[in-house]
T-cell receptor, first 114, second 113 residues
Framework: AQSVTQPDIHITVSEGASLELRCNYS??????LFWYVQSPGQGLQLLLK??????LVQGIKGFEAEFKRSQSSFNLRKPSVHWSDAAEYFC????????????FGAGTRLAVHP | KAGVTQTPRYLIKTRGQQVTLSCSPI?????VSWYQQTPGQGLQFLFE???????NKGNFPGRFSGRQFSNSRSEMNVSTLELGDSALYLC????????????FGSGTRLTVV
């Protein structure tokens, strides 16, 4: 069955520190991969996505993610975190050329210390 | 260009009632998907409509239903509300039959009392 695992439920970093959020997926082939961010009470904002091609993907707000097929991972990174990055982050997979349906991980809540 | 619009933003209903939520996709988008987000179950897919046809359905009871109109606007309906239906309901729209341009709305917060 298709699934997404985000091993870290909560992460706390200091402002200016680097960040890596982990995402592992289980899927029969190479899926479409997404990272979303959600602020309290808000919808989902797309940070970046991978469909094919270069495995290092650049997104908005200074985020990047790297697709590693051998590890079934799509980890999100940011070199220097800002206080405004505090939010919940979701990794998701979707089927290429299939139905418009995403399977989400449980999310990682990021807290940023000043 | 307007984004995905969900109405209402907040809703309080009583157990046993029914509720209808609305989603207006981005202009030109023909696919609308619905998701339920709860603290316990996370984000779960409800169903997807494309050109007024339901293409895919998640594992939810029959009390959850939806439809799509010819202008691509979609509604979802929940009948006989239960306390566990309290959630943030999100919709997403896409131009076609794939995930390119998939965009989420801000959601409708439903509270069942």
């Amino acid at each position: 069955a298709q699934s997404v695992t985000q091993p870290d439920i909560h992460i706390t970093v200091s402002e200016g520190a680097s960040l890596e959020l982990r995402c592992n997926y289980s899927y029969g082939a190479t899926p479409y991969l997404f990272w979303y961010v959600q602020s309290p009470g808000q919808g989902l904002q797309l940070l970046l996505k991978y469909f094919s091609g270069d495995t290092l993907v650049q997104g908005i707000k200074g985020f990047e993610a790297e697709f590693k097929r051998s590890q079934s991972s799509f980890n999100l990174r940011k070199p220097s975190v800002h206080w405004s990055d505090a939010a919940e982050y979701f990794c998701a997979v979707g089927a290429p050329g299939g139905y418009n349906k995403l399977i989400f991980g449980a999310g990682t809540r990021l807290a940023v210390h000043p | 260009k307007a984004g995905v619009t969900q109405t209402p933003r907040y809703l309080i209903k009583t157990r046993g009632q029914q509720v209808t939520l609305s989603c207006s996709p981005i202009s030109g988008h023909r696919s609308v998907s619905w998701y339920q987000q709860t603290p316990g179950q996370g984000l779960q897919f409800l169903f997807e409509y494309f050109s007024e046809t339901q293409r895919n359905k998640g594992n939810f009871p029959g009390r959850f239903s939806g439809r799509q109109f010819s202008n691509s606007r979609s509604e979802m309906n929940v009948s006989t509300l239960e306390l566990g239906d309290s959630a943030l309901y999100l919709c997403a729209s896409s131009p076609g039959q794939d995930l390119g341009g998939y965009t989420f709305g801000s959601g409708t917060r439903l509270t069942v009392v």
